[in-house]
Each structure stands twice: as C-alpha cells, then as structure tokens.
Nanobody, 123 residues
Framework: QVQLVESGGGLVQAGGSLRLSCAAS????????MGWFRQAPGKEREFVAS????????PYADSVKGRFTISRDNAENTVYLQMNSLKPEDTAVYSC????????????????WGLGTQVTVSS
C-alpha cells in the first residue's frame, strides 16, 4: 500500500505561484511513477504532469507546459508541482497519484491516489 497526502494548495492571485507537495508513505516510493491531476467544478479530471522514477521523463499537459514543473525527491518520498504564472482557469482540486508503470497520463492508470488539495486563482 502507498498512502499519498497532498499539501500546499490555497488562494493566490492571477500571475502568482504555488508549490504543491505530495508525501508518500508505505511501499518504496522510488519504484513508482508519480503524477498530478486536477478537477475543476463541473469538469472531468484532467492530466497535469507525470514523472518517472528517476525524474528523467516529465510530460506535461499543453495547458500547463512552460508554467508548471514536476519534480521528485526520492530520499524524502515526495513529489512536487511548482506552479508559476497561475491563471483563473487553473482553479481546481489537485491530486497526486502513483503508478507502477513507467509513466502514466490517465487517472485510471494509477495504483494509488491522494485526496487532493484545493487551488484557487483569483482574477
């Protein structure tokens, strides 16, 4: 079992930054690819970014490319999402997930999920 707990969400003005963290406990963290997903009210959950076990592969959704950066610290069992130049359309609940695969892009490809943290961007 892997438990995932997100933190770092909050209210920020457009153009601001936030850094989300996802702390993992349980099985060997470094053995999993990690991902961030988000869901806005009334919308489908969407892929944001993922990262393979070594951090060498980091695909992003087009909507966040160039603004968001995913990273991981295997010694600290934590994955991060640095979000810069935030826009009101980034408002959503952000959740992390873990997959035993190399990389993943869909929520249902994950083996474990966190409960999420709210990010609200005001205009």
């Amino acid at each position: 079992q892997v438990q995932l707990v997100e933190s770092g969400g909050g209210l920020v003005q457009a153009g601001g930054s936030l850094r989300l963290s996802c702390a993992a406990s349980g099985r060997t963290f470094s053995g999993y690819a990690m991902g961030w997903f988000r869901q806005a009210p009334g919308k489908e959950r969407e892929f944001v970014a993922s990262i393979n076990w070594s951090g060498g592969r980091t695909p992003y959704a087009d909507s966040v490319k160039g603004r968001f950066t995913i990273s991981r610290d295997n010694a600290e069992n934590t994955v991060y999402l640095q979000m810069n130049s935030l826009k009101p359309e980034d408002t959503a609940v952000y959740s992390c997930a873990a997959s035993s695969g190399f990389l993943f892009y869909r929520w249902d490809e994950a083996d474990y999920w966190g409960l999420g943290t709210q990010v609200t961007v005001s205009s």
